[in-house]
């Protein structure tokens, strides 16, 4: 038998044809984040922040609890990457610096202000999510403040610099024109007043236009 064993070229472990046992293969551990926070995001979306648990979570993408505190040790850090991942959907910054397009298509561009329908019912439906339970839990606010706004601040005052060192915009203090930006555009995009007509799609991408246009040039009359 022995010999039989070492003509078939093995130890009597494994044959040589066989495929060797093993543990199944697992996602490597960035796939297996993003795949987590996608799924999260729908249940987060389903049930708001406060009707969300890490329990429920791990069971709506079909992870052990384990793998999920090890990835994300709180929903707050699993939130955070939501909010990162919205303020890049929200503001395409930033620019390849040898992008050549004029101002007004390059500011386009970066609000996102060709998006299609799909694109634009996800961010505003993150943004509702977030309008509803803001008030309630004090970390969202935080983490909007810190993943969201400071962070797409900064990066369109540098663009608005490089603008500026080139000539195309004039000097004036660029974290102020990068606040002024954001706030026209945002606002139409995502916000309004109690008692406004919910705008269409269509309607808030050629008003946050017309808001560039103004940005852009001005009001004022050309003096004679």
Not at 98 to 110: C, M, N, T, V
Not at 125 to 152: K, Y
Request: glycine share 6%; net charge positive.
């Amino acid at each position: 038998m022995t010999e039989l064993t070492r003509a078939n070229g093995g130890d009597g472990a494994q044959p040589a044809s066989g495929r060797a046992r093993g543990r199944p293969k697992t996602r490597p551990d960035e796939a297996e984040r993003e795949r987590i926070v996608r799924s999260a995001r729908e249940l987060f979306l389903d049930v708001g922040y406060g009707g969300t648990t890490m329990d429920a979570v791990a069971s709506r993408c079909g992870v052990s609890k384990r793998t999920l505190y090890r990835l994300f040790p709180a929903k707050s850090d699993l939130f955070r990457v939501m909010v990162a991942d919205h303020r890049r959907s929200m503001l395409a910054l930033p620019r390849d610096a040898d992008e050549d397009l004029p101002l007004a298509e390059a500011l386009a561009a970066i609000f996102r202000l060709d998006s299609d329908a799909i694109d634009d019912r996800e961010r505003l439906a993150f943004v509702r999510l977030v309008l509803a339970d803001s008030d309630r839990f004090s970390e969202i606010g935080e983490m909007i403040a810190q993943e969201g706004a400071q962070p797409a601040r900064r990066l369109l005052e540098d663009w608005l610099v490089r603008q500026q060192a080139r000539g195309a915009l004039r000097a004036f203090p660029a974290d102020a024109l990068a606040r002024m930006l954001m706030d026209m555009i945002f606002s139409v995009l995502i916000k309004r007043f109690p008692g406004d007509r919910l705008m269409t799609a269509a309607e808030r991408q050629r008003h946050a236009r017309l808001c560039l246009k103004v940005f852009l040039e001005g009001v004022a009359a050309t003096p004679a």
